[in-house]
Nanobody, 124 residues
Framework: QVQLVESGGGLVQAGGSLRLACAAS????????MGWFRQAPGKEREFVAC????????YYADSVKGRFTISRDNAKKTVYLQMNNLEPEDTAVYYC?????????????????WGQGTLVTVSS
């Protein structure tokens, strides 16, 4: 069983930065793929980024590539999402998710474990 708790959301002006963190409990964090997804008001949940268990493979949505960076610290059981040059379109609730085996890292339906989300609001 894995429990995930996100933090770091807030209000920021366009062009600003935020770093989200997702702290995990459980014994096998280092074996899990970790993903970030987001859901804007009135929109479907969308993939943002994913990192493999050892951090060797990174995956990004085209909309955030070059602006967001996903990383993890397995000793701290924490995954991070550094978000730079934020845009109003990035406003959403951001969720982290985990799973040990994924065929498609961009498919949220494949992730077994989810956090409660943290709200990011980017003002123009």
């Amino acid at each position: 069983q894995v429990q995930l708790v996100e933090s770091g959301g807030g209000l920021v002006q366009a062009g600003g930065s935020l770093r989200l963190a997702c702290a995990a409990s459980g014994r096998f964090f280092s074996s899990y793929f970790m993903g970030w997804f987001r859901q804007a008001p009135g929109k479907e949940r969308e993939f943002v980024a994913c990192i493999s268990s050892n951090g060797g493979s990174l995956y990004y949505a085209d909309s955030v590539k070059g602006r967001f960076t996903i990383s993890r610290d397995n000793a701290k059981k924490t995954v991070y999402l550094q978000m730079n040059n934020l845009e109003p379109e990035d406003t959403a609730v951001y969720y982290c998710a985990a799973d040990a085996i994924l065929r498609d890292v961009r498919n949220g339906g494949e992730y077994d474990y989810w956090g409660q989300g943290t709200l990011v609001t980017v003002s123009s």
